[in-house]
């Protein structure tokens, strides 16, 4: 059974600093994507950067990159230079299978981050 | 560019009166994907549709029925609502995951806020 873990409840972040978003996930399907959304308190959902499981690097996308520890299955979200539009809540999902297999994503719970002034 | 369209946007419901959320997207997406989304609990997938006429159960299917008969509507029905259907819902479509270039992202609608006295 798929399953997606988000630690953290909530963190405060002061401005400027980077911020790493824990993300676990368990499955066993060999095939899977990673991906992180943030949903800003206007409701939103956006996404940011996507992970594939047979992807050799970790993926970047501008201020976000995502630390890929295949063996931990652990995906981390890292968001450098934290500004204070960066305050909302953020999303780990996981989808299984590839290539039109009946598959489902997932979400965790989520992690709401408060950037510091 | 319309993507996903969700209707209505607000809706407010009596105990045991039942309605249908309407799901439309037009960028040709085979998936499409009804959420819920509650304080503290993510997103939790209610139902699914790996293309037209075709119809799973996700996470928290029970209440709730779907029906995909074109491949761009996905629509969520409450036969007899209760006050823990109170909810926020969002729909979204995406592609099959693998299929280059496409990452297989989830594209959300802007949520229906629905609530049940």
């Known amino acids: 059974a798929q399953k997606i873990t988000q630690t953290q409840p909530g963190m405060f972040v002061q401005e400027k600093e980077a911020v790493t978003l824990d993300c676990t996930y368990d499955t066993s399907d060999p095939s899977y994507g990673l991906f992180w959304y943030k949903q800003p308190s206007s409701g939103e959902m956006i996404f940011l950067i996507y992970q594939g499981s047979y992807d050799q690097q970790n993926a970047t996308e501008g201020r976000y990159s995502l630390n890929f520890q295949k063996a931990r299955k652990s995906a981390n979200l890292v968001i450098s230079a934290s500004q204070l539009g960066d305050s909302a809540m953020y999303f780990c999902?996981?989808?299984?299978?590839?290539?039109?297999?009946?598959?489902?994503?997932?979400f965790g719970k989520g992690t709401r981050l408060h950037i510091l002034p | 560019n319309a993507g996903v369209t969700q209707t209505p946007k607000f809706r407010v419901l009596k105990t045991g009166q039942s309605m249908t959320l309407l799901c439309a997207q037009d960028m040709n997406h085979e998936y499409m994907y009804w959420y819920r989304q509650d304080p503290g609990m993510g997103l939790r997938l209610i139902h699914y549709s790996v293309g037209e006429g075709t119809t799973a159960k996700g996470e928290v299917p029970d209440g709730y029925n779907v029906s995909r008969l074109k491949k761009q509507n996905f629509l969520l029905g409450l036969e007899s609502a209760a006050p823990s259907q109170t909810s926020v819902y969002f729909c979204?479509?995406?592609?099959?995951?693998?299929?280059?270039?496409?990452?297989?992202?989830?594209?959300f609608g802007e949520g229906s806020r629905l609530t049940v006295l």
């Open positions: 979204a479509s995406s592609s099959p995951h693998g299929q280059a270039p496409n990452t297989g992202e989830l594209f």
């Open positions: 999902a996981m989808r299984e299978g590839s290539f039109g297999r009946d598959d489902k994503i997932i």
